[in-house]
T-cell receptor, first 112, second 112 residues
Framework: DVKVTQSSRYLVKRTGEKVFLECVQD?????MFWYRQDPGLGLRLIYF???????EKGDIPEGYSVSREKKERFSLILESASTNQTSMYLC???????????FGSGTRLTVV | KQEVTQIPAALSVPEGENLVLNCSFT??????LQWFRQDPGKGLTSLLL?????REQTSGRLNASLDKSSGRSTLYIAASQPGDSATYLC???????????FGRGTSLIVHP
């Protein structure tokens, strides 16, 4: 069964810490995405990548960066975590023709 | 820009009822439309994907239809069960883009 795996289900970090969220897919997908999901706001796109070492800003990139050194791995980085970054983070991947999206199980990040 | 709306935001039905969830989109040049299920605190699970050349897709008790001319997709759930309780999201991808636009979801409760 094809999968998108997010390394942590739950994370608790302190304000100001540098935080890494990891996402790995085993489907050889070119496109990868990072979303955050908050009650009442739905899914919001943070960053996406359509190829190794390529990245594009989504709707809310401020306070985040990403890294894609290998095709299967897409990392989201919070340079200096803040309490307003407490959220559910979801990773997804797809083929170039957008033939459907596969999501990971999510990471619930709490910044205290 | 594609906009996706899901009405109602919440729905509560008795077990055994057949029900329809609605998804409306503004851009008729839609490339595909995908329905997802999300359980509390979890990631998104793909249910059905309809390509623009298709009218509907079926999986078990689920049937999704796509009408590009009216800008609507519906997810039909037959003989609902308490285990169907979850949030259902639709996402549309317009031609020329590989970024899906998500609705806010319909929260479904099926009570025994």
């Amino acid at each position: 069964d094809v999968k998108v795996t997010q390394s942590s289900r739950y994370l608790v970090k302190r304000t100001g810490e540098k935080v890494f969220l990891e996402c790995v897919q085993d489907m050889d997908h070119e496109n990868m995405f990072w979303y955050r999901q908050d009650p009442g706001l739905g899914l919001r796109l943070i960053y996406f990548s359509y190829d190794v070492k390529m990245k594009e800003k989504g709707d809310i990139p401020e306070g985040y960066s990403v890294s894609r050194e290998k095709k299967e791995r897409f990392s989201l980085i919070l340079e200096s975590a803040s309490t307003n970054q407490t959220s559910m983070y979801l990773c997804a991947s797809s083929l170039p023709n957008s033939y459907g999206y596969t999501f990971g199980s999510g990471t619930r990040l709490t910044v205290v | 820009k594609q906009e996706v709306t899901q009405i109602p935001a919440a729905l509560s039905v008795p077990e055994g009822e057949n029900l329809v969830l609605n998804c409306s989109f503004t851009d008729s040049a839609i490339y595909n439309l995908q329905w997802f299920r999300q359980d509390p605190g979890k990631g998104l699970t793909s249910l059905l994907l309809i390509q623009s050349s298709q009218r509907e897709q079926t999986s078990g008790r689920l049937n999704a239809s796509l009408d590009k001319s009216s800008g609507r997709s519906t997810l039909y759930i037959a003989a609902s069960q308490p285990g169907d309780s979850a949030t259902y999201l639709c996402a549309g991808t317009s031609g020329g883009s590989y970024i899906p636009t998500f609705g806010r979801g319909t929260s479904l409760i099926v009570h025994p």
